[in-house]
């Protein structure tokens, strides 16, 4: 029997509850790390994390084992968790309920890291993507 190939590559951008600046210097590595985990957990390779105090960007090799929104609600549950029960208990922290999702092409995977791994230069040099900086919750929001 043969096996199933997939190579979808996907970009992915959530934010904190409110956008409030909850991941900070102290605790982005740990959560990184924890939501890396995560999905070599569900055989996910990672190819890029990084963001900003009040957002997060993760771009994946999806696996063809877990639907995108599964993926997101062990990524999101389980790490809002570990930042509660571990790295600062007894504080709150929440994602907002959204997320964006982009596939990125074979082609353009390379761009998309270094946007990823530059998030906090790109931040403060205002040479963002609009469209890869904001969820669904957001747009609703900003209306």
């Not at 959560?31 to 957990?41: G, N």
Request: proline fraction near 3%.
């Amino acid at each position: 029997m043969g096996q199933n190939k997939l190579r979808a590559f996907l970009h992915f951008i959530w934010a904190t509850h409110d956008r409030l600046p909850l991941i900070t210097e102290e605790i982005e590595r740990d959560l990184y790390r924890y939501i890396s985990a995560v999905c070599r957990d569900d055989q996910c390779e990672v190819l890029a994390i990084g963001g900003m105090p009040d957002h997060v960007h993760l771009l994946v090799g999806l696996s063809n084992t877990i639907s995108l929104a599964d993926l997101m609600k062990h990524v999101k549950g389980g790490s809002s968790r570990f930042v509660t029960q571990k790295l600062k208990p007894g504080e709150w922290f929440a994602w907002q309920s959204s997320y964006a999702v982009f596939a990125v092409s074979p082609r353009d995977k390379k761009m998309v890291i270094g946007y990823i791994q530059n998030q906090k230069r790109h931040h403060a040099e205002n040479t963002l993507w609009p469209e890869a900086e904001t969820t669904e919750e957001d747009a609703e929001t900003n209306n």
